[in-house]
């Protein structure tokens, strides 16, 4: 089969392979941001792709800074590039020499744009890098998004965004000032499934909004993880873990929670729980009614999942938090019978990294606000506080009562 003709074709393949592995700076210089448009293949009963991709030549995305590669950039963020349309690395930040040469390596970023925590303000001589990624300790976040603001660099941050309210408002305060965007990575107002969850409530699909339900939990390990140092967290399962079941019953329902009460508890004598909580169960009430109620541990086996009850329906996403996987289930009765359907539709899978990062590109490309900005971080830490204090007392916290929708949010994300 590889004589002659076969010999040929083989050649020609292998020669179309190593094209296709040619720097990304040549493949580039040969690549339109026009969509191609291919005819369909199906049938209408079958669910056809999207538009075929249309990323950015090289030259033209905006170029990355990744502060900190602890597991989360190493196992998510910096693969995620590969999948991105408007963004590159362009330099890394670590304390690591050796480590950040090894991955530099790998993803092709210049020995000269590695930096460590001495050098990370001579971020302001590199032209290429227009965004500066914080994946630091939430500890950390304040310092280092300030820096790069004074740096000139537009900031993506991690949630939760500092370990307090003035913390934000001096990140906030710093990207203002130097007049670059300030974006907190919540990647689940990102993520299709919870896009749409979005969608079918705000559009009344399951009738008026009453109640959430909301649990997020993990088996906490090494006692001597950041995660447990109250100075470098802030906290404990709450602002970790937590912070997704507050921020999802506030992006679902689109209201600011007006009172909040709380309890907490950690298991005595456990030695990962000497500076922070292990559990926190919270209940938010919202204007309309609309009441929220969550539990988060780093005491119980992995349970990532919510539900959101409305008059004529239900909705749930199990599990709702993870990187990938999400599953989603919709009750309702059918029209015009006495037959209950529970659906479970399917999206289209998109990784989550790669969509907040084109978000931060669009952004800064457009000049356009974000849609998780400073002020929607600020708002989760707002809540926290109160519910760290009603834990704290058993009181009823009231907040000021916020009008309006998606009072703290940028447009929604395209």
């Known amino acids: ?136 300790p939430n500890g950390m976040h304040a310092e280092y998004t300030v820096r790069a603001a004074h740096a000139g660099k537009h900031v993506l941050c991690e949630k939760p965004m500092a370990n307090s309210v003035d913390e934000c408002q001096q990140m906030i305060n710093a990207c203002k000032s130097a007049n670059k965007q300030l974006m907190i990575a919540y990647r689940m107002q990102y993520e299709p499934y919870n896009r749409e969850i979005i969608r079918l409530a705000r559009a009344g699909e399951i009738g008026k909004l009453k109640a959430f339900s909301a649990t997020n939990g993990q088996n906490q390990g090494d006692p001597k993880q950041w995660r447990l140092k109250r100075a470098l967290a802030g906290g404990g399962a709450l602002p970790d873990v937590g912070i997704y079941c507050l921020n999802a019953a506030r992006y679902v329902s689109g209201e600011e929670p007006t009172e909040v009460q709380a309890m907490q508890y950690s298991t005595p004598n456990d030695p990962r729980f000497t500076e922070v909580e292990e559990q926190v169960n919270f209940t938010l009430r919202f204007p309309s009614g609309f009441l929220a109620s969550s539990v988060t541990s780093y005491g119980v086996h992995d349970s990532k999942r919510f539900r959101v009850l409305g008059e004529s329906g239900w909705v749930e996403l199990d599990p709702a938090f993870p990187y990938a996987g999400q599953t989603m289930r919709i009750g309702r009765k059918r029209p015009g019978s006495k037959i209950e359907d529970v659906d479970q539709p399917r999206l289209e899978v998109k990784n989550q990294f790669a969509l907040e990062l084109d978000h931060m590109a669009t952004c800064v490309q457009k000049n356009q606000r974000p849609h998780t900005p400073g002020e929607e971080g600020m708002q989760d830490m707002r809540v926290i506080a109160a519910i760290y204090e009603a834990a704290r007392t058993g009181n009823t916290i009231k907040l000021p009562t916020i009008n309006g929708l998606d009072a703290f949010r940028g447009p929604t994300p395209s």
């Open 1 to 136: 089969m590889l004589r002659t003709t076969g010999a040929v074709s083989v050649a020609s393949a292998l020669g179309a392979m190593v094209g296709s592995c040619a720097r990304p700076e040549q493949a580039a210089a040969e690549t339109s941001a026009t969509a191609v448009e291919l005819p369909d293949l199906l049938a209408p009963t079958e669910r056809e792709s999207g538009k075929m991709p249309a990323p950015l030549p090289w030259e033209k995305r905006v170029g990355v800074a990744v502060v900190g590669l602890g597991r989360l950039s190493l196992e998510q963020i910096l693969p995620a590039f590969a999948q991105s349309k408007l963004c590159k690395p362009v330099a890394l930040v670590s304390g690591d020499t050796a480590k950040a040469r090894n991955v530099a390596a790998r993803y092709g970023v210049s020995a000269k744009s590695l930096y460590d925590y001495k050098t990370y303000d001579r971020l302001s001589d590199n032209a290429a890098v227009d965004v500066v990624y914080v994946v630091l």
